[in-house]
Protein backbone atom coordinates (compact mmCIF):
# COMPACT_ATOMS: atom_id res chain seq x y z
CA UNK A 1 0.00 0.00 0.00
CA UNK A 2 3.10 2.56 1.18
CA UNK A 3 3.68 1.86 -2.65
CA UNK A 4 0.76 2.76 -4.22
CA UNK A 5 0.96 5.70 -2.28
CA UNK A 6 4.26 7.17 -3.21
CA UNK A 7 2.18 6.22 -6.86
CA UNK A 8 -0.03 8.58 -6.00
CA UNK A 9 2.17 11.53 -4.67
CA UNK A 10 4.57 11.26 -7.19
CA UNK A 11 1.59 11.45 -10.31
CA UNK A 12 -0.04 14.90 -8.43
CA UNK A 13 3.76 16.10 -7.57
CA UNK A 14 2.80 16.24 -4.16
CA UNK A 15 5.69 16.13 -2.19
CA UNK A 16 9.62 17.20 -2.67
CA UNK A 17 12.45 16.12 -0.42
CA UNK A 18 13.63 18.23 2.96
CA UNK A 19 9.88 19.58 2.63
CA UNK A 20 8.37 20.90 5.86
CA UNK A 21 4.54 19.85 6.21
CA UNK A 22 1.77 20.26 8.29
CA UNK A 23 0.00 17.20 8.84
CA UNK A 24 -4.18 17.72 9.58
CA UNK A 25 -5.02 14.83 12.51
CA UNK A 26 -8.70 14.17 14.13
CA UNK A 27 -7.56 10.45 15.89
CA UNK A 28 -10.06 8.53 13.42
CA UNK A 29 -8.53 5.16 11.43
CA UNK A 30 -7.72 7.19 8.49
CA UNK A 31 -5.75 10.26 9.91
CA UNK A 32 -3.48 8.10 12.23
CA UNK A 33 -2.66 5.50 9.66
CA UNK A 34 -1.75 9.02 7.57
CA UNK A 35 0.82 10.15 10.53
CA UNK A 36 2.55 6.48 10.82
CA UNK A 37 2.76 6.59 6.65
CA UNK A 38 4.98 10.10 7.11
CA UNK A 39 6.55 9.13 9.94
CA UNK A 40 8.12 6.57 8.42
CA UNK A 41 8.61 8.63 5.52
CA UNK A 42 10.65 11.00 7.49
CA UNK A 43 14.28 9.51 7.04
CA UNK A 44 14.09 8.85 3.37
CA UNK A 45 12.02 12.30 1.85
CA UNK A 46 13.79 14.45 5.09
CA UNK A 47 10.91 16.00 5.96
CA UNK A 48 9.71 18.37 8.86
CA UNK A 49 6.76 16.80 10.04
CA UNK A 50 3.92 18.79 12.16
CA UNK A 51 0.99 17.95 13.43
CA UNK A 52 -2.13 19.96 13.67
CA UNK A 53 -5.07 18.70 15.91
CA UNK A 54 -8.20 20.81 16.14
CA UNK A 55 -10.69 19.71 18.94
CA UNK A 56 -14.14 20.80 18.24
CA UNK A 57 -15.84 20.02 21.25
CA UNK A 58 -18.92 18.30 19.90
CA UNK A 59 -18.47 15.29 21.68
CA UNK A 60 -17.69 13.91 25.46
CA UNK A 61 -14.71 11.74 23.50
CA UNK A 62 -12.82 15.35 22.33
CA UNK A 63 -10.82 15.81 25.10
CA UNK A 64 -9.66 12.00 24.87
CA UNK A 65 -9.34 12.15 21.55
CA UNK A 66 -6.86 15.33 21.51
CA UNK A 67 -4.51 13.26 24.39
CA UNK A 68 -4.70 10.16 22.33
CA UNK A 69 -3.69 12.23 19.29
CA UNK A 70 -0.74 13.78 21.19
CA UNK A 71 0.36 10.89 22.28
CA UNK A 72 0.59 9.31 19.52
CA UNK A 73 2.54 11.62 18.10
CA UNK A 74 5.09 12.06 21.13
CA UNK A 75 6.03 7.93 20.49
CA UNK A 76 6.64 8.92 16.61
CA UNK A 77 8.65 11.82 17.80
CA UNK A 78 6.40 14.14 15.57
CA UNK A 79 5.93 17.51 17.14
CA UNK A 80 2.14 17.89 17.69
CA UNK A 81 -0.02 21.45 17.88
CA UNK A 82 -3.34 21.11 19.12
CA UNK A 83 -6.22 23.58 19.97
CA UNK A 84 -9.87 23.72 20.44
CA UNK A 85 -13.17 25.78 20.06
CA UNK A 86 -16.44 25.81 20.83
CA UNK A 87 -18.05 25.03 17.43
CA UNK A 88 -21.56 25.49 18.94
CA UNK A 89 -21.21 28.68 19.93
CA UNK A 90 -19.94 30.10 16.76
CA UNK A 91 -22.61 28.15 14.58
CA UNK A 92 -24.29 30.56 12.02
CA UNK A 93 -27.34 28.53 11.94
CA UNK A 94 -27.04 27.53 8.42
CA UNK A 95 -24.72 24.24 8.52
CA UNK A 96 -22.22 22.79 11.73
CA UNK A 97 -20.76 20.73 9.31
CA UNK A 98 -19.20 24.18 7.45
CA UNK A 99 -18.68 26.23 10.64
CA UNK A 100 -16.54 23.16 12.01
CA UNK A 101 -14.97 22.81 8.87
CA UNK A 102 -14.17 27.05 8.48
CA UNK A 103 -12.98 26.70 12.54
CA UNK A 104 -10.83 23.56 11.68
CA UNK A 105 -9.40 25.34 8.29
CA UNK A 106 -8.75 28.91 10.04
CA UNK A 107 -6.34 26.41 12.43
CA UNK A 108 -4.61 24.80 9.73
CA UNK A 109 -4.01 27.97 8.51
CA UNK A 110 -2.93 29.53 11.98
CA UNK A 111 -0.63 27.08 12.66
CA UNK A 112 0.72 26.90 9.05
CA UNK A 113 1.50 30.49 9.60
CA UNK A 114 3.37 30.32 13.04
CA UNK A 115 5.18 26.80 11.82
CA UNK A 116 6.39 28.55 8.10
CA UNK A 117 4.65 25.37 6.62
CA UNK A 118 3.49 25.83 3.60
CA UNK A 119 2.05 22.29 2.78
CA UNK A 120 -0.89 20.76 4.80
CA UNK A 121 -1.46 16.33 3.93
CA UNK A 122 -4.92 15.71 5.06
CA UNK A 123 -6.05 11.92 5.25
CA UNK A 124 -9.48 11.92 3.02
CA UNK A 125 -9.15 8.24 1.05
CA UNK A 126 -10.99 6.87 -2.13
CA UNK A 127 -14.12 6.33 -0.19
CA UNK A 128 -14.55 9.11 1.13
CA UNK A 129 -14.41 10.77 -2.42
CA UNK A 130 -16.98 8.95 -3.57
CA UNK A 131 -19.17 9.31 -0.98
CA UNK A 132 -18.48 12.92 -1.28
CA UNK A 133 -19.52 12.81 -4.74
CA UNK A 134 -22.46 10.83 -4.56
CA UNK A 135 -23.75 13.07 -1.63
CA UNK A 136 -23.06 16.19 -4.07
CA UNK A 137 -24.91 14.72 -6.41
CA UNK A 138 -27.97 13.83 -4.42
CA UNK A 139 -28.21 17.31 -3.18
CA UNK A 140 -28.18 18.87 -6.37
CA UNK A 141 -25.10 20.34 -7.84
CA UNK A 142 -23.10 21.54 -11.11
CA UNK A 143 -19.45 21.14 -12.30
CA UNK A 144 -18.01 22.66 -9.03
CA UNK A 145 -19.45 20.08 -6.42
CA UNK A 146 -18.69 17.15 -8.64
CA UNK A 147 -15.07 17.67 -8.03
CA UNK A 148 -15.56 16.30 -4.74
CA UNK A 149 -11.79 17.40 -3.18
CA UNK A 150 -9.12 17.17 -5.10
CA UNK A 151 -5.87 15.36 -5.05
CA UNK A 152 -4.43 18.65 -4.75
CA UNK A 153 -5.61 22.32 -4.26
CA UNK A 154 -4.69 25.27 -3.17
CA UNK A 155 -6.26 27.13 0.37
CA UNK A 156 -5.81 30.57 1.39
CA UNK A 157 -2.05 30.51 0.51
CA UNK A 158 -1.64 26.92 1.53
CA UNK A 159 -1.29 23.78 -0.90
CA UNK A 160 -3.35 21.40 0.52
CA UNK A 161 -2.17 17.69 -0.57
CA UNK A 162 -4.55 14.27 -0.09
CA UNK A 163 -1.98 11.12 -0.66
CA UNK A 164 -4.44 8.88 0.64
CA UNK A 165 -7.34 9.75 -2.56
CA UNK A 166 -6.55 6.75 -4.53
CA UNK A 167 -6.37 4.05 -0.79
CA UNK A 168 -10.01 2.14 0.31
CA UNK A 169 -10.99 2.95 3.44
CA UNK A 170 -10.37 -1.47 3.63
CA UNK A 171 -7.27 -0.93 2.97
CA UNK A 172 -6.54 1.38 5.57
CA UNK A 173 -8.33 -0.54 8.35
CA UNK A 174 -6.66 -3.80 7.73
CA UNK A 175 -2.72 -2.09 7.96
CA UNK A 176 -4.08 -0.51 11.05
CA UNK A 177 -5.29 -4.37 12.42
CA UNK A 178 -1.82 -6.18 10.88
CA UNK A 179 0.77 -3.42 12.86
CA UNK A 180 -1.82 -3.49 16.04
CA UNK A 181 -1.95 0.50 15.81
CA UNK A 182 -4.94 1.71 18.04
CA UNK A 183 -7.13 5.19 16.61
CA UNK A 184 -9.88 6.96 17.91
CA UNK A 185 -13.40 5.71 16.21
CA UNK A 186 -14.54 8.03 13.16
CA UNK A 187 -15.45 11.47 14.67
CA UNK A 188 -19.67 11.51 13.88
CA UNK A 189 -19.63 13.17 10.60
CA UNK A 190 -22.76 15.94 12.31
CA UNK A 191 -25.55 16.62 10.54
CA UNK A 192 -23.92 14.78 7.49
CA UNK A 193 -23.91 11.18 9.33
CA UNK A 194 -27.72 10.19 8.42
CA UNK A 195 -27.44 10.82 4.75
CA UNK A 196 -23.49 9.68 4.84
CA UNK A 197 -24.30 6.20 6.30
CA UNK A 198 -27.47 5.78 3.80
CA UNK A 199 -25.38 6.12 0.35
CA UNK A 200 -22.65 3.84 2.40
CA UNK A 201 -25.16 1.16 3.16
CA UNK A 202 -28.17 1.20 0.99
CA UNK A 203 -26.99 3.55 -2.40
CA UNK A 204 -23.59 2.57 -2.65
CA UNK A 205 -23.98 -1.48 -2.58
CA UNK A 206 -27.34 -0.99 -5.34
CA UNK A 207 -25.13 0.76 -7.50
CA UNK A 208 -22.38 -1.69 -7.41
CA UNK A 209 -25.30 -4.32 -7.95
CA UNK A 210 -25.41 -2.63 -11.48
CA UNK A 211 -21.73 -1.86 -11.85
CA UNK A 212 -19.34 -3.22 -9.72
CA UNK A 213 -16.83 -1.25 -10.51
CA UNK A 214 -18.70 1.81 -9.59
CA UNK A 215 -16.27 3.25 -7.24
CA UNK A 216 -13.40 3.77 -10.08
CA UNK A 217 -16.14 5.51 -12.15
CA UNK A 218 -17.02 7.88 -9.53
CA UNK A 219 -13.32 8.61 -8.52
CA UNK A 220 -12.98 9.41 -12.48
CA UNK A 221 -15.64 11.68 -12.91
CA UNK A 222 -14.68 13.15 -9.32
CA UNK A 223 -10.96 14.07 -10.85
CA UNK A 224 -12.26 15.03 -14.20
CA UNK A 225 -14.75 17.26 -13.18
CA UNK A 226 -12.29 18.85 -11.10
CA UNK A 227 -9.73 19.36 -13.99
CA UNK A 228 -13.10 20.48 -15.71
CA UNK A 229 -14.12 23.53 -13.13
CA UNK A 230 -10.56 24.22 -12.56
CA UNK A 231 -10.10 25.74 -16.54
CA UNK A 232 -13.66 27.18 -16.31
CA UNK A 233 -12.93 28.87 -13.62
CA UNK A 234 -9.63 30.43 -14.07
CA UNK A 235 -10.86 31.41 -17.31
CA UNK A 236 -14.00 32.88 -16.08
CA UNK A 237 -11.71 34.85 -13.50
CA UNK A 238 -9.65 36.58 -16.46
CA UNK A 239 -13.30 37.18 -18.22
CA UNK A 240 -14.49 38.49 -15.05
CA UNK A 241 -11.21 40.66 -14.57
CA UNK A 242 -11.74 42.31 -18.12
CA UNK A 243 -15.35 43.21 -17.60
CA UNK A 244 -15.39 44.57 -14.30
CA UNK A 245 -15.72 47.93 -14.31
CA UNK A 246 -16.36 50.52 -11.73
CA UNK A 247 -16.68 49.03 -7.86
CA UNK A 248 -16.86 49.69 -4.53
CA UNK A 249 -16.90 47.74 -0.96
CA UNK A 250 -20.28 47.24 -1.90
CA UNK A 251 -20.99 46.99 -5.44
CA UNK A 252 -19.65 46.04 -8.67
CA UNK A 253 -20.56 47.02 -12.18
CA UNK A 254 -19.95 44.75 -15.52
CA UNK A 255 -19.53 45.14 -19.02
CA UNK A 256 -22.97 44.53 -20.45
CA UNK A 257 -22.05 44.08 -24.01
CA UNK A 258 -19.23 41.86 -23.26
CA UNK A 259 -21.49 39.57 -20.59
CA UNK A 260 -23.82 38.84 -23.71
CA UNK A 261 -21.19 37.52 -25.48
CA UNK A 262 -19.75 35.27 -22.81
CA UNK A 263 -20.99 31.26 -23.58
CA UNK A 264 -23.34 30.17 -20.76
CA UNK A 265 -20.93 28.20 -18.81
CA UNK A 266 -18.34 31.63 -18.47
CA UNK A 267 -21.76 33.58 -18.03
CA UNK A 268 -22.78 31.52 -15.14
CA UNK A 269 -19.07 31.21 -13.67
CA UNK A 270 -18.48 35.29 -13.80
CA UNK A 271 -22.01 36.23 -12.11
CA UNK A 272 -20.86 33.36 -9.56
CA UNK A 273 -17.12 35.12 -8.96
CA UNK A 274 -18.96 38.15 -8.65
CA UNK A 275 -21.66 37.10 -6.14
CA UNK A 276 -18.98 35.81 -4.47
CA UNK A 277 -16.35 38.76 -4.54
CA UNK A 278 -19.50 40.89 -2.98
CA UNK A 279 -20.74 38.95 -0.36
CA UNK A 280 -17.67 36.61 0.46
CA UNK A 281 -19.77 33.35 -0.93
CA UNK A 282 -22.41 32.27 -3.17
CA UNK A 283 -24.49 30.19 -0.46
CA UNK A 284 -28.29 30.88 -1.27
CA UNK A 285 -27.48 31.57 -4.69
CA UNK A 286 -28.89 28.79 -7.42
CA UNK A 287 -29.17 28.23 -10.94
CA UNK A 288 -32.47 30.26 -11.13
CA UNK A 289 -31.03 33.25 -9.67
CA UNK A 290 -27.96 33.05 -12.29
CA UNK A 291 -30.85 32.83 -15.01
CA UNK A 292 -32.84 35.75 -13.79
CA UNK A 293 -29.86 37.57 -14.04
CA UNK A 294 -29.12 36.35 -17.44
CA UNK A 295 -32.97 37.86 -18.70
CA UNK A 296 -32.26 40.92 -17.16
CA UNK A 297 -30.35 41.21 -19.27
CA UNK A 298 -31.62 40.47 -23.08
CA UNK A 299 -34.74 41.22 -22.10
CA UNK A 300 -36.02 44.08 -19.52
CA UNK A 301 -35.32 47.53 -20.16
CA UNK A 302 -32.85 49.92 -18.69
CA UNK A 303 -33.35 50.46 -15.36
CA UNK A 304 -34.57 47.08 -14.66
CA UNK A 305 -33.87 45.26 -11.17
CA UNK A 306 -33.65 41.98 -9.28
CA UNK A 307 -33.97 41.59 -5.95
CA UNK A 308 -31.37 38.23 -4.24
CA UNK A 309 -30.62 37.19 -1.15
CA UNK A 310 -28.64 39.92 0.45
CA UNK A 311 -28.00 42.24 -3.09
CA UNK A 312 -29.89 43.90 -5.75
CA UNK A 313 -28.63 43.47 -9.75
CA UNK A 314 -29.62 46.75 -11.99
CA UNK A 315 -29.59 47.12 -15.52
CA UNK A 316 -27.86 50.56 -15.88
CA UNK A 317 -26.69 52.14 -19.66
CA UNK A 318 -23.83 49.65 -20.55
CA UNK A 319 -23.16 48.46 -16.81
CA UNK A 320 -24.51 45.60 -14.92
CA UNK A 321 -24.42 46.84 -10.94
CA UNK A 322 -24.38 43.86 -8.07
CA UNK A 323 -25.19 46.19 -4.91
CA UNK A 324 -24.80 44.50 -1.56
CA UNK A 325 -27.99 45.12 0.48
CA UNK A 326 -25.84 44.05 4.25
CA UNK A 327 -24.21 46.94 5.70
CA UNK B 1 -48.87 21.62 -20.11
CA UNK B 2 -48.74 23.10 -23.48
CA UNK B 3 -48.10 26.43 -22.08
CA UNK B 4 -45.04 24.93 -20.56
CA UNK B 5 -43.37 23.51 -23.38
CA UNK B 6 -44.13 26.88 -25.10
CA UNK B 7 -41.81 28.29 -22.64
CA UNK B 8 -39.12 25.54 -23.11
CA UNK B 9 -38.84 26.47 -26.51
CA UNK B 10 -39.00 29.95 -26.07
CA UNK B 11 -35.89 29.68 -23.25
CA UNK B 12 -33.86 27.79 -26.06
CA UNK B 13 -34.82 29.43 -28.90
CA UNK B 14 -35.90 26.41 -30.20
CA UNK B 15 -38.78 27.33 -32.79
CA UNK B 16 -39.38 29.99 -35.29
CA UNK B 17 -43.03 30.64 -37.32
CA UNK B 18 -43.06 29.25 -40.87
CA UNK B 19 -40.48 26.60 -40.07
CA UNK B 20 -40.35 23.04 -41.93
CA UNK B 21 -40.22 20.59 -38.78
CA UNK B 22 -39.27 16.75 -38.94
CA UNK B 23 -40.47 14.73 -36.36
CA UNK B 24 -38.92 11.75 -35.27
CA UNK B 25 -41.84 9.61 -34.20
CA UNK B 26 -41.85 5.90 -32.44
CA UNK B 27 -45.14 5.39 -32.25
CA UNK B 28 -44.69 4.98 -28.32
CA UNK B 29 -46.60 7.78 -26.03
CA UNK B 30 -44.09 10.37 -25.65
CA UNK B 31 -43.90 10.61 -29.85
CA UNK B 32 -47.45 10.23 -30.14
CA UNK B 33 -47.53 13.28 -28.06
CA UNK B 34 -45.58 15.55 -29.71
CA UNK B 35 -46.82 14.21 -32.90
CA UNK B 36 -50.54 15.96 -31.34
CA UNK B 37 -48.78 18.50 -29.70
CA UNK B 38 -47.20 19.99 -32.98
CA UNK B 39 -50.23 19.39 -35.11
CA UNK B 40 -51.59 21.77 -32.70
CA UNK B 41 -49.34 24.15 -33.08
CA UNK B 42 -49.47 23.96 -37.37
CA UNK B 43 -51.30 26.82 -37.22
CA UNK B 44 -50.15 29.78 -34.96
CA UNK B 45 -47.07 29.06 -35.72
CA UNK B 46 -47.62 28.22 -39.98
CA UNK B 47 -45.73 25.59 -39.49
CA UNK B 48 -45.25 22.69 -41.98
CA UNK B 49 -44.44 19.00 -40.85
CA UNK B 50 -43.18 16.25 -41.31
CA UNK B 51 -43.22 12.93 -39.35
CA UNK B 52 -40.28 10.42 -39.79
CA UNK B 53 -40.90 6.74 -38.62
CA UNK B 54 -37.73 4.03 -38.39
CA UNK B 55 -38.90 0.50 -38.79
CA UNK B 56 -35.80 -1.22 -36.71
CA UNK B 57 -37.54 -4.67 -37.24
CA UNK B 58 -36.05 -5.60 -33.78
CA UNK B 59 -39.98 -7.06 -32.97
CA UNK B 60 -42.90 -8.87 -33.84
CA UNK B 61 -45.23 -5.25 -33.20
CA UNK B 62 -42.42 -3.43 -35.60
CA UNK B 63 -44.99 -3.35 -38.78
CA UNK B 64 -48.07 -2.80 -36.86
CA UNK B 65 -46.42 0.08 -35.06
CA UNK B 66 -45.30 1.80 -38.52
CA UNK B 67 -48.96 1.33 -40.23
CA UNK B 68 -49.76 2.93 -36.58
CA UNK B 69 -47.96 6.29 -36.80
CA UNK B 70 -49.05 6.50 -41.00
CA UNK B 71 -52.76 6.64 -39.83
CA UNK B 72 -52.33 8.55 -37.20
CA UNK B 73 -50.19 10.64 -39.07
CA UNK B 74 -53.34 10.60 -41.87
CA UNK B 75 -55.80 11.31 -39.42
CA UNK B 76 -53.63 14.35 -38.12
CA UNK B 77 -53.38 15.51 -42.19
CA UNK B 78 -49.22 15.52 -41.46
CA UNK B 79 -46.96 13.94 -44.48
CA UNK B 80 -45.29 10.56 -42.94
CA UNK B 81 -41.99 9.02 -44.19
CA UNK B 82 -41.31 5.37 -43.42
CA UNK B 83 -39.03 3.38 -43.93
CA UNK B 84 -36.64 0.34 -42.18
CA UNK B 85 -33.87 -2.00 -41.87
CA UNK B 86 -33.21 -4.90 -40.26
CA UNK B 87 -30.75 -3.42 -37.20
CA UNK B 88 -29.59 -7.04 -36.64
CA UNK B 89 -28.10 -7.32 -39.90
CA UNK B 90 -26.12 -4.21 -39.21
CA UNK B 91 -24.87 -4.98 -35.36
CA UNK B 92 -21.34 -4.86 -35.32
CA UNK B 93 -20.85 -6.67 -32.25
CA UNK B 94 -20.60 -3.51 -29.54
CA UNK B 95 -24.00 -2.40 -28.59
CA UNK B 96 -27.38 -3.10 -30.61
CA UNK B 97 -28.86 0.30 -29.32
CA UNK B 98 -26.01 2.04 -30.96
CA UNK B 99 -26.42 0.67 -34.03
CA UNK B 100 -29.79 1.13 -34.00
CA UNK B 101 -29.42 4.68 -33.26
CA UNK B 102 -27.11 5.68 -36.05
CA UNK B 103 -29.25 3.80 -38.49
CA UNK B 104 -31.98 5.44 -37.14
CA UNK B 105 -30.19 9.16 -37.58
CA UNK B 106 -29.09 8.30 -40.72
CA UNK B 107 -32.75 7.73 -42.12
CA UNK B 108 -33.71 11.58 -40.22
CA UNK B 109 -30.60 12.90 -41.85
CA UNK B 110 -31.88 11.47 -45.48
CA UNK B 111 -35.45 12.59 -45.16
CA UNK B 112 -34.46 15.99 -43.51
CA UNK B 113 -31.92 16.38 -46.69
CA UNK B 114 -35.27 14.99 -49.30
CA UNK B 115 -37.71 17.39 -47.83
CA UNK B 116 -34.83 20.17 -47.57
CA UNK B 117 -35.25 20.65 -43.59
CA UNK B 118 -32.82 21.69 -41.54
CA UNK B 119 -34.33 20.73 -38.01
CA UNK B 120 -35.78 17.27 -36.25
CA UNK B 121 -37.73 17.65 -32.79
CA UNK B 122 -37.54 14.41 -30.99
CA UNK B 123 -39.68 13.67 -28.22
CA UNK B 124 -37.11 12.64 -24.89
CA UNK B 125 -38.66 13.93 -21.75
CA UNK B 126 -37.47 14.94 -18.14
CA UNK B 127 -37.80 11.55 -17.01
CA UNK B 128 -35.22 9.95 -19.90
CA UNK B 129 -33.10 12.94 -19.20
CA UNK B 130 -32.95 11.89 -15.51
CA UNK B 131 -32.51 8.34 -16.46
CA UNK B 132 -29.86 8.78 -18.75
CA UNK B 133 -28.07 11.13 -16.58
CA UNK B 134 -27.96 8.30 -14.23
CA UNK B 135 -27.32 5.58 -16.40
CA UNK B 136 -24.41 7.44 -17.46
CA UNK B 137 -22.32 7.94 -14.23
CA UNK B 138 -23.09 4.06 -13.32
CA UNK B 139 -21.45 3.20 -16.34
CA UNK B 140 -18.93 5.26 -15.51
CA UNK B 141 -18.34 8.53 -17.52
CA UNK B 142 -16.81 12.79 -17.60
CA UNK B 143 -18.57 15.68 -18.50
CA UNK B 144 -19.35 14.70 -21.45
CA UNK B 145 -21.58 11.84 -20.24
CA UNK B 146 -23.38 14.02 -17.95
CA UNK B 147 -24.77 16.05 -20.42
CA UNK B 148 -27.03 13.29 -21.14
CA UNK B 149 -28.81 14.94 -23.72
CA UNK B 150 -29.24 18.32 -24.56
CA UNK B 151 -32.60 20.65 -25.68
CA UNK B 152 -31.16 21.89 -28.34
CA UNK B 153 -28.15 20.45 -30.51
CA UNK B 154 -26.57 20.13 -33.67
CA UNK B 155 -26.33 16.80 -35.48
CA UNK B 156 -24.21 16.74 -38.78
CA UNK B 157 -25.88 20.14 -40.28
CA UNK B 158 -29.49 19.69 -38.48
CA UNK B 159 -31.04 21.23 -35.40
CA UNK B 160 -31.62 18.79 -32.99
CA UNK B 161 -34.40 20.10 -30.57
CA UNK B 162 -36.55 18.52 -27.71
CA UNK B 163 -39.00 20.77 -26.55
CA UNK B 164 -40.30 17.99 -23.95
CA UNK B 165 -37.25 18.21 -21.72
CA UNK B 166 -39.05 19.96 -18.74
CA UNK B 167 -42.03 17.43 -19.07
CA UNK B 168 -42.56 14.63 -16.69
CA UNK B 169 -43.99 11.35 -18.30
CA UNK B 170 -46.76 11.10 -16.08
CA UNK B 171 -47.59 14.11 -17.46
CA UNK B 172 -47.66 13.17 -20.81
CA UNK B 173 -49.41 9.66 -20.10
CA UNK B 174 -52.47 11.83 -17.94
CA UNK B 175 -53.07 13.97 -20.99
CA UNK B 176 -53.02 10.83 -23.30
CA UNK B 177 -55.64 9.72 -21.08
CA UNK B 178 -57.93 12.53 -20.92
CA UNK B 179 -58.19 13.36 -24.83
CA UNK B 180 -58.25 9.07 -25.23
CA UNK B 181 -55.63 9.32 -27.58
CA UNK B 182 -54.61 6.06 -28.63
CA UNK B 183 -50.62 5.24 -29.01
CA UNK B 184 -48.38 1.91 -29.01
CA UNK B 185 -46.64 0.66 -26.30
CA UNK B 186 -42.79 1.55 -25.30
CA UNK B 187 -40.59 0.15 -27.20
CA UNK B 188 -37.99 -2.21 -25.53
CA UNK B 189 -34.96 -0.48 -24.54
CA UNK B 190 -33.21 -3.38 -25.74
CA UNK B 191 -29.79 -4.15 -23.87
CA UNK B 192 -30.46 -0.88 -21.91
CA UNK B 193 -33.95 -2.47 -21.09
CA UNK B 194 -32.33 -3.80 -17.58
CA UNK B 195 -30.11 -1.26 -16.53
CA UNK B 196 -32.87 1.13 -17.46
CA UNK B 197 -35.91 -0.30 -14.97
CA UNK B 198 -33.00 -1.02 -11.89
CA UNK B 199 -32.68 2.95 -12.54
CA UNK B 200 -36.54 3.36 -12.44
CA UNK B 201 -38.09 1.75 -10.15
CA UNK B 202 -35.06 0.96 -7.75
CA UNK B 203 -32.90 4.29 -7.73
CA UNK B 204 -34.84 6.56 -8.52
CA UNK B 205 -37.52 5.83 -5.44
CA UNK B 206 -34.03 5.16 -3.06
CA UNK B 207 -32.52 9.09 -4.35
CA UNK B 208 -35.77 10.35 -3.80
CA UNK B 209 -36.25 9.34 -0.12
CA UNK B 210 -32.77 11.01 0.54
CA UNK B 211 -33.63 14.37 -1.51
CA UNK B 212 -37.19 14.47 -3.17
CA UNK B 213 -36.35 17.00 -5.65
CA UNK B 214 -33.34 14.91 -6.93
CA UNK B 215 -34.80 14.49 -10.12
CA UNK B 216 -34.46 18.82 -10.97
CA UNK B 217 -31.08 18.26 -9.22
CA UNK B 218 -30.07 15.64 -12.01
CA UNK B 219 -32.24 17.49 -14.60
CA UNK B 220 -30.17 20.47 -13.66
CA UNK B 221 -26.83 18.62 -13.53
CA UNK B 222 -27.41 17.40 -17.09
CA UNK B 223 -28.30 20.48 -18.28
CA UNK B 224 -25.60 22.63 -16.55
CA UNK B 225 -22.64 19.87 -17.97
CA UNK B 226 -24.07 20.67 -21.75
CA UNK B 227 -23.13 23.88 -21.30
CA UNK B 228 -19.69 23.31 -19.39
CA UNK B 229 -18.72 20.49 -21.71
CA UNK B 230 -19.91 22.98 -25.30
CA UNK B 231 -17.58 25.17 -24.18
CA UNK B 232 -14.72 23.15 -23.31
CA UNK B 233 -15.17 21.45 -26.51
CA UNK B 234 -15.68 24.48 -28.61
CA UNK B 235 -12.03 25.39 -26.96
CA UNK B 236 -10.32 22.50 -27.57
CA UNK B 237 -10.99 22.56 -30.88
CA UNK B 238 -9.74 25.39 -31.74
CA UNK B 239 -6.61 24.12 -29.90
CA UNK B 240 -6.79 21.32 -31.72
CA UNK B 241 -6.63 23.48 -34.86
CA UNK B 242 -3.58 25.82 -33.61
CA UNK B 243 -1.88 22.80 -32.80
CA UNK B 244 -2.04 20.34 -35.61
CA UNK B 245 0.88 20.42 -37.38
CA UNK B 246 1.03 17.85 -39.95
CA UNK B 247 -1.48 15.11 -41.15
CA UNK B 248 -2.06 12.60 -44.11
CA UNK B 249 -5.53 10.09 -44.25
CA UNK B 250 -4.09 7.99 -41.80
CA UNK B 251 -1.70 10.31 -39.26
CA UNK B 252 -2.10 13.29 -37.29
CA UNK B 253 0.97 15.34 -35.88
CA UNK B 254 0.55 17.67 -33.33
CA UNK B 255 3.15 20.60 -31.29
CA UNK B 256 4.66 19.14 -28.56
CA UNK B 257 5.53 22.09 -26.73
CA UNK B 258 1.62 23.51 -27.42
CA UNK B 259 0.62 20.59 -25.80
CA UNK B 260 2.68 20.58 -22.69
CA UNK B 261 1.02 24.28 -22.21
CA UNK B 262 -2.54 22.92 -22.14
CA UNK B 263 -4.09 22.57 -18.90
CA UNK B 264 -5.28 19.12 -17.94
CA UNK B 265 -9.07 19.58 -19.33
CA UNK B 266 -8.16 20.45 -22.26
CA UNK B 267 -5.14 18.50 -23.13
CA UNK B 268 -7.52 15.42 -22.61
CA UNK B 269 -9.78 16.85 -25.30
CA UNK B 270 -7.30 17.96 -27.81
CA UNK B 271 -6.40 14.22 -27.82
CA UNK B 272 -10.14 12.85 -27.80
CA UNK B 273 -10.50 14.97 -31.13
CA UNK B 274 -7.56 13.90 -32.32
CA UNK B 275 -8.38 10.47 -31.94
CA UNK B 276 -12.04 11.08 -33.22
CA UNK B 277 -10.71 12.33 -35.98
CA UNK B 278 -8.12 9.37 -37.00
CA UNK B 279 -10.59 6.91 -36.15
CA UNK B 280 -13.94 8.66 -36.59
CA UNK B 281 -14.80 7.76 -33.02
CA UNK B 282 -13.20 7.49 -29.12
CA UNK B 283 -15.06 4.29 -28.14
CA UNK B 284 -12.39 2.46 -26.48
CA UNK B 285 -10.18 4.93 -25.59
CA UNK B 286 -10.61 5.96 -21.84
CA UNK B 287 -8.93 8.09 -19.27
CA UNK B 288 -6.27 5.61 -18.46
CA UNK B 289 -5.71 5.67 -22.19
CA UNK B 290 -5.01 9.55 -22.23
CA UNK B 291 -2.79 9.31 -19.23
CA UNK B 292 -0.52 7.34 -21.34
CA UNK B 293 -0.04 9.30 -24.05
CA UNK B 294 0.43 12.64 -20.98
CA UNK B 295 3.22 10.14 -19.82
CA UNK B 296 5.10 10.05 -23.06
CA UNK B 297 4.96 13.46 -24.08
CA UNK B 298 6.48 14.81 -20.24
CA UNK B 299 8.63 11.71 -19.38
CA UNK B 300 9.47 9.69 -22.08
CA UNK B 301 12.94 9.73 -24.62
CA UNK B 302 12.07 10.63 -28.25
CA UNK B 303 11.16 7.71 -30.04
CA UNK B 304 9.27 6.13 -27.52
CA UNK B 305 5.60 4.53 -28.74
CA UNK B 306 2.19 4.39 -26.83
CA UNK B 307 0.37 1.13 -28.59
CA UNK B 308 -3.35 1.76 -28.48
CA UNK B 309 -6.56 0.03 -29.60
CA UNK B 310 -6.44 0.45 -33.59
CA UNK B 311 -3.55 3.54 -33.79
CA UNK B 312 0.03 4.23 -32.38
CA UNK B 313 1.40 6.98 -30.96
CA UNK B 314 4.68 8.12 -31.20
CA UNK B 315 6.95 11.35 -29.57
CA UNK B 316 8.93 12.36 -32.69
CA UNK B 317 11.45 15.54 -32.07
CA UNK B 318 8.58 18.18 -31.85
CA UNK B 319 6.02 16.55 -32.76
CA UNK B 320 3.80 13.85 -31.24
CA UNK B 321 2.25 11.58 -34.39
CA UNK B 322 -0.91 9.78 -34.03
CA UNK B 323 -1.22 7.10 -36.47
CA UNK B 324 -3.94 4.45 -37.44
CA UNK B 325 -3.37 0.80 -38.15
CA UNK B 326 -6.22 0.15 -39.46
CA UNK B 327 -5.39 -0.02 -43.32
Redesign the interface.
Known sequence: MQEKILQTIDAYGMLEKKEKLLLGISGGPDSIFLLYFFAGLVKEYKLRLVCAHFNHHLRDEADEEERFVRKTCAQLDIKCISAGKDVKSFFDGDSLEQTARNLRYDFFLNCARSEKIKKLALAHHKDDLVETVLMR???????RG?RGFLPKSRYRGLTVIRPLVEIRKSEILSWLKAKEVSYCLDQSNLDEKF?RN??RH??IP??E???P??S???F??GI??G??????Y??SQKEFAALRNRSSRNQIGLDIEGLKKL????F?NVIRIAIEELKGNTRKID?RHIDEIRKLILYRPLGSLVDLPDFLVKKEDNMLILQSCVV
Chains 1, 2 share one sequence.
Open positions: IIRGTGLLLKIKLLLEMNNINGLNLSAQDYEFIAYSPAINN
